[in-house]
């Protein structure tokens, strides 16, 4: 099993930033891929951005340029810098990682708040 501990979550300005971060531990051998996703009240669940172990990242347009994903492979930690934040950057924020136990498996966080306020 993976259990992932997130935090860094909290109540910011518009144009604040914030700085998530999610440690992985548990009985695996290794991880892939590592990311966030999000959800508002009332939307589904929607991709932020990822990075593989090689170090290559994908984001999600709306966030381009103002989010940096970035990872400690010997913490087995991700993290997810949020700049000049908005209000509709108002989510839950969930870790999401690939790992291998028996056979791949996904894993997700309990979720962060974050709330941007204009």
């Known amino acids: 099993q993976v259990q992932l501990v997130e935090s860094g979550g909290g109540l910011v300005q518009a144009g604040g930033s914030l700085r998530l971060s999610c440690a992985a531990s548990g009985s695996f051998t290794t991880i892939n891929t590592m990311g966030w996703y999000r959800q508002a009240p009332g939307k589904q669940r929607e991709f932020v951005a990822d990075m593989t172990a090689g170090g290559s990242t994908t984001y999600a347009d709306s966030v381009k340029g103002r989010f940096t994903i970035s990872r400690d492979n010997t913490k087995n930690t991700v993290f997810l810098q949020m700049n000049s934040l908005k209000p509709e950057d108002t989510s839950v924020y969930y870790c999401?990682?690939?790992?291998?136990?028996?056979?791949?498996?996904?894993?997700w966080g309990q979720g962060t708040q974050v709330t941007v306020s204009s």
């Open positions: 999401n990682v690939q790992a291998a136990t028996i056979g791949w498996n996904t894993y």
